[in-house]
Nanobody, 124 residues
Framework: EVQLVESGGGLVQAGGSLRLSCAAS????????IGWFRQAPGKEREGVSCIRSSDGITYYADSVKGRFTLSSDNAKNTVYLQMNSLKPEDAAVYYCAAGLWGSGTADEYDFDYWGQGTQVTVSS
């Protein structure tokens, strides 16, 4: 059974940092890309960043480029999203997802398996 478990969310002041983790199980880690998405209340789900551990290819949405960094620990089947210089508009539920990622952008239709999400709150 494929499982994706997010952790690391919480409350942080604007300008602060958080590191989210996505622990994956139930599939061969190198076979899939991991994507991060977020959804704020009343807004559509937005693609944030993706990484394919097999070749290290990454993608970042313009809204987070230069502030967020993805990394992958293949030994732990875990992907990390380091979020720096957080802004109030970054507040959302963050989800990780696994899929074949053919588009090269954070398109949710490229991802078949989803975690339950972790809440990120940024105070101004």
């Amino acid at each position: 059974e494929v499982q994706l478990v997010e952790s690391g969310g919480g409350l942080v002041q604007a300008g602060g940092s958080l590191r989210l983790s996505c622990a994956a199980s139930g599939f061969t880690f190198d076979d899939y890309a991991i994507g991060w998405f977020r959804q704020a209340p009343g807004k559509e789900r937005e693609g944030v960043s993706c990484i394919r551990s097999s070749d290290g290819i990454t993608y970042y949405a313009d809204s987070v480029k230069g502030r967020f960094t993805l990394s992958s620990d293949n030994a732990k089947n875990t992907v990390y999203l380091q979020m720096n210089s957080l802004k109030p508009e970054d507040a959302a539920v963050y989800y990780c997802a696994a899929g074949l990622w053919g588009s090269g952008t954070a398109d949710e239709y490229d991802f078949d398996y989803w975690g339950q999400g972790t809440q990120v709150t940024v105070s101004s």
